[in-house]
T-cell receptor, first 114, second 112 residues
Framework: NAGVTQTPKFRVLKTGQSMTLLCAQD?????MYWYRQDPGMGLRLIHY???????AKGEVPDGYNVSRLKKQNFLLGLESAAPSQTSVYFC?????????????FGDGTRLSIL | AQSVSQHNHHVILSEAASLELGCNYS??????LFWYVQYPGQHLQLLLK??????LVKGIKGFEAEFIKSKFSFNLRKPSVQWSDTAEYFC??????????FGTGTRLQVFP
């Protein structure tokens, strides 16, 4: 049982480059989330999805796009990377929010923008 | 907007000492409360959660938390910490929205 899998685990980009982070879950969860974690700021929600084909903005959506073409996958895209996007990115999933089932997190992607 | 405050940013303890990490939230309605732990280099894992009922919640690894509605608090406690408890601890709440709002985290270092 893999749970939530994120790829890649590490990446270094130059300013202006683009890339896509992949999140895959095998728990048949409806809800998926992308967070970024920065020192002293905890986790902040970037975008989330309440089901296949749907996406919504979180707390810090600017500079990111997402897609949920398949229920098990949630992609996070950076069209033109900026140094301010250097962070650790976590994907999470849950069956429903606010219930007895908590969010399950991936191992994170450490992204550095030079 | 609802928010979560963790006032202890960095806590240093010796093994066997007692632990209490503070968590306060701002929303006045019904809340669901969580504590997550992140061990070095790992992803977040759920320690415990509160949805309703007994305000004293017991979680894994000997942790517990008490929901005090009048104080808008959900403090995490452990009677005797171990070196293996060294980690970062996050309080989180689901309130008015269905989104999880995290506190800024408390880094705990336990020395043998």
């Amino acid at each position: 049982n893999a749970g939530v899998t994120q790829t890649p685990k590490f990446r270094v980009l130059k300013t202006g480059q683009s890339m896509t982070l992949l999140c895959a879950q095998d728990m048949n969860h409806e809800y998926m989330y992308w967070y970024r974690q920065d020192p002293g700021m905890g986790l902040r929600l970037i975008h989330y999805s309440v089901g296949e084909g749907t996406t919504a903005k979180g707390e810090v959506p600017d500079g990111y796009n997402v897609s949920r073409l398949k229920k098990q996958n949630f992609l996070l895209g950076l069209e033109s990377a900026a140094p301010s996007q250097t962070s650790v990115y976590f994907c999470a999933s849950s069956y429903y929010p606010g219930t007895a089932q908590p969010q399950h997190f991936g191992d994170g992607t450490r992204l550095s923008i030079l | 907007a609802q928010s979560v405050s963790q006032h202890n940013h960095h806590v240093i303890l010796s093994e066997a000492a007692s632990l209490e990490l503070g968590c306060n939230y701002s929303y006045g309605g019904t809340v669901n409360l969580f504590w997550y732990v992140q061990y070095p280099g790992q992803h977040l894992q759920l320690l415990l959660k509160y949805f309703s009922g007994d305000p004293l919640v017991k979680g894994i690894k000997g942790f517990e938390a008490e929901f005090i509605k009048s104080k808008f608090s959900f403090n995490l406690r452990k009677p005797s910490v171990q070196w293996s408890d060294t980690a970062e601890y996050f309080c989180a709440v689901i309130g008015a929205t269905d989104k999880l709002i995290f506190g800024t985290g408390t880094r705990l270092q336990v020395f043998p």
